[in-house]
């Protein structure tokens, strides 16, 4: 079953598309922002996007931008009620497939998504044998290949895996890879960010419900582990999941059976399942948090995903796939990183691991184009990495000047906290004595990613 998401802040004409959708055989999942969209698809595997073009934080057209630089082969439809060619043609060069208007004809609607689901169906297939598998070859460090060695152990077999690692160390990858290389690769991969589980949803979302089954339930929904039939579920964050949904998913692995919320009766599920957590679930068994049946049922293979601080030699190798990623996305041509800049690159934390290292090349190959520059000079990297690598490119007596030493010691500090609460953002703030936005605002400053 195809997998859809509605992005549209009218939640009247939400509910609309996705009874619609829901009728017509698509799962769908629907938010009312862009930043809500980014999130979910960060987070979840998706067939296809319905963008609205006005929204009220930032407008499709941009929107459309960020999907691509996320996802670059999602297809995008663009909805919108104001019948404009400029638009049309604007959306199409950002990477729409399609530009619909509004009201929705809903015969014109289905057109259009089986149209892109097609197209995609077609890339899928002629990209399948070349997916973006080697992340671990530019791995040469002891740590890398032994993640690697661990990942092609447990692969063919049918072991539930749980795979630890920092935020942004590429868990899910690890994840996606062990099913590549599994006897269920050619059967669907489904990722739920168990973050966004409620007790109250979440046996809905991972396991399904019937017509009736409580108030706005109006008809049958599939969960993600019926989707998931066959293959291998990823359960991102297990950690967070409540105490209801621990009991319903252990009752899941032990009788290997679903059975979707209101229904009468139970019906048999194969299905993998590979979890990730940047938690100590230890101590969350210790301290009751999680249960610890569930902890061992989950762990019979544990993968490790070193952070880039245990793997410094990695770094280069790193920031030379991603620039020539950067490249085929934006279409550019920067030819590398002279060695001052390398150095400052290499020289920093990155406590945002692989994901921030990723989005922190991408923007330097932006402004060393843009900069008509063949290749990243210190400059061109952010100001915080510098100041945190120990290098500025301002003038500086012993190292430092004075903003960039405070700058740096505010930096530790906000990263130090960060450590001891697990990264949870709302505690850090308290700690830090100031609001949530103000905290988004330093990570944002200091390029940390969480």
């Known amino acids: 079953m195809k997998h859809i998401l509605v992005i549209d802040d009218d939640p ?197 419900h019937v017509k009736g089954a409580f108030t706005g339930a109006g008809f049958d929904k599939t969960g993600h582990f019926e989707l998931a039939d066959g293959g291998s579920i990823f359960l991102d964050e297990i950690g967070n999941l409540s105490t209801e949904v621990q009991v319903m998913l252990l009752r899941v692995i032990q009788e290997r059976q679903i059975r979707r919320v209101g229904a009468g009766k139970s019906q048999d599920i194969d299905v993998r399942i590979i979890a990730a957590t940047n938690d100590n679930l230890k101590d969350s068994v210790a301290k009751g948090l999680f249960r610890e049946d569930l902890y061992h049922r989950l762990n019979e293979f544990s993968v490790l995903v070193p952070s880039l601080r245990e793997r410094k030699e990695d770094i280069e190798g790193f920031i030379l796939k991603f620039m020539k990623d950067a490249n085929k996305e934006l279409g550019k041509s920067v030819e590398g990183f002279s060695k001052e800049a390398m150095d400052i690159m290499v020289k920093y934390s990155w406590p945002g691991n692989l994901r921030e290292l990723k989005n922190v090349v991408k923007k330097t190959v932006l402004m060393t184009d843009s900069a008509g520059l063949s290749e990243v000079s210190p400059e061109i990297i952010p100001y915080e990495l510098r100041v945190a690598s120990g290098i500025s490119s301002e003038h500086t007596f012993g190292g430092y000047d004075l903003k960039a030493a405070s700058l740096k010691q505010e930096r530790e500090y906000i990263l130090s906290v960060l450590e001891k609460v697990k990264y949870n953002k709302s505690s850090a703030a308290r700690i830090l004595n100031i609001d949530r936005k103000t905290l988004y605002n330093k990570l944002k400053l200091f390029n940390i990613e969480i």
């Open 12 to 208: 009247v004409f939400r509910i609309m598309l996705e009874t619609f959708l829901t009728k017509n055989n698509f799962l769908v999942t629907s938010v009312g922002t862009s930043s809500d969209a980014l999130r979910t698809i960060k987070k979840t595997l998706f067939s296809l996007c319905l963008v609205d073009l006005r929204l009220p934080d930032i407008n499709g057209l941009e929107l459309l931008k960020e999907i691509k630089n996320l996802t670059p082969d999602l297809p995008l439809i663009l909805m919108t009620s104001f019948v404009d060619v400029r638009t049309a043609v604007k959306a199409i060069k950002s990477g729409a497939y399609e530009y619909i208007t509004k009201p929705v004809n809903t015969d014109e609607l289905i057109v259009a998504i089986q149209s892109a689901l097609k197209s995609e169906d077609k890339a899928v297939k002629e990209t399948s044998t070349i997916g973006d598998t080697s992340f671990y070859h530019y791995g040469k460090s002891k740590s890398s290949l032994e993640t690697l060695k661990a990942i092609e152990l447990v692969a063919p077999t049918n072991l539930s895996v749980l795979i630890n690692g920092e935020s942004g160390t590429g868990k899910e990858f690890a994840a996606r890879l062990i099913h590549a290389r599994s006897k269920r690769s050619k059967k669907p991969f489904v990722a739920i960010d168990c973050g966004v589980l409620s007790a109250e949803l979440g046996p809905s979302e991972l396991f399904g």
